[in-house]
């Protein structure tokens, strides 16, 4: 993937004082990945499921200007709003459910389970994903807050690409 985030700045105007990134937990990713895994894997050709380049690390530096004030920056792109071939998954379950009853190897529950999940689409314009990006927001700041720069920050410039929009 080429998406990556990072900072650059002009260093004849600015001297760097600490720089470090936070690479995010994911956590309900990983609830959303299991929920899939038990549809693909009881798929006949189960290539549903990949690896779907979630929140890259977010990037964070603070500088300090030629008059001595210090301000800090960061630098983040979470997950798209794509479905990340979870819609497929999902119409191949259930098309594959209808046609083979219970030896689908799956129950509509399961797939009910992966549709109610916090990554998936709920049509309330949050779009897929939305759970990991709202994770990723929540450990963000609280790694602001208390662990960057050894300590925390309380003042700093988020920038780059948060995927969010008006509905969240």
Partial sequence: DAIMTGIVYDSAALTLVHTDYIEFDESTAATT???????????????YL???QRNRPSVAATFEDAEGN????????FKSKGDSGLVALSNAAQAY???NGAAAGFTQADIDALRAD??????DGQGFWNGVRAEAAVQLADWLGTEYAGGGV????????MNAYAQE
Avoid: E, I
Avoid at 70 to 77: K, L, P, R
Avoid at 118 to 123: I, L, P, T, V
């Fill in 118 to 123: 916090a990554n998936f689409d709920q049509g």
């Fill in 154 to 161: 309380s003042d700093y410039l988020l920038m780059g690409d």
């Fill in 33 to 47: 990945y299991q929920l899939a895994k038990v549809l693909d894997d009881a798929l006949p050709q189960s290539t």
């Fill in 50 to 52: 990949g690896d779907f």
């Fill in 70 to 77: 210090q301000f800090t920056v960061v630098s983040s792109h």
């Fill in 97 to 99: 459910l209808n046609a």
